[in-house]
């Protein structure tokens, strides 16, 4: 008779668990790369190059959001 809390039942639970997860997570990421270029596209940033617009948006997140928003905004 197993036990009820069989920590190795447990232990495999958890694993598919956490595979589902990743699972979602990756379908999420796609759903959101999709939204996001859907808005760059209505930016008129599609123009841009790859690369560009990766270093772009790495420095913007190094610097922060409301940082760089403070800086291309117009005095």
């Given at each position: ?17 956490r ?34 617009l990766?270093q ?20």
């Amino acid at each position: 008779m197993p036990r009820k809390n069989n920590p190795v039942d447990a232990l495999k639970k958890l694993r598919e668990q956490r595979d589902e997860l990743a699972a979602r997570e990756a379908k999420l990421r796609d759903e959101a790369a999709i939204v996001l270029g859907h808005i760059l596209i209505e930016c008129g940033a599609e123009t841009i190059e790859p690369g560009q617009l990766r270093q772009i948006v790495r420095a913007s997140m190094a610097l922060g959001i409301e940082e760089t928003l403070k800086r291309l905004t117009p005095a």
